[in-house]
Each structure stands twice: as structure tokens, then as C-alpha cells.
């Protein structure tokens, strides 16, 4: 497949937003585990949103590897 510089500013900007994502979200666990809260299913949340970064992180380098071979 061929990628263009726009697909990897696409790329580039869903990994700023999954990080500011996970950034509120542990946030918002540890506010939940100040107040003695249960904080599981936000933990779970965590773990998913760490999980897309992860995959947004590996296609953002794939698009990254795939233009600097076409040039």
C-alpha cells in the first residue's frame, strides 16, 4: 500500500489523542482512588487505551518506514 504524507499526519494525530486519552483517564482513576472509589472498569479502560496507542504507535511507523522507501 502506498502512504501518503497526509496518512501519516492522520497517524500522528491519533497518537496525540490516544495519549491525551489515556492522560485523562489516569486522571480520572486516581481521583476514583483518592475518594476510595472502585476504580476497576476505569482500570480496564486504561489497559484498552494503552492497547490502541500501542497499534496507533506500530501503523504511525509503518506509514513513517513505508514513505521514506518510496522517496
Known amino acids: 500500500m502506498t502512504y501518503s504524507l497526509q496518512d501519516l499526519e492522520v497517524a500522528r494525530r491519533r497518537v ?6 489515556i ?3 489516569q486522571s480520572l482513576i486516581d481521583g476514583m482512588r483518592t475518594r476510595g472509589e472502585p476504580a476497576g472498569l476505569a ?5 484498552k487505551l ?22
Not at 482500570?43 to 489497559?47: D, F, I, P, T, Y
Open 23 to 25: 492522560f485523562a483517564q
Open 43 to 47: 482500570s480496564e479502560r486504561l489497559v
Open 50 to 71: 494503552t492497547e490502541d496507542l500501542r497499534n496507533h504507535c506500530f501503523h504511525q511507523d509503518l506509514i513513517q518506514a513505508s514513505i521514506r522507501l518510496e522517496r
Open 16 to 21: 496525540i489523542k490516544d495519549r491525551q486519552m
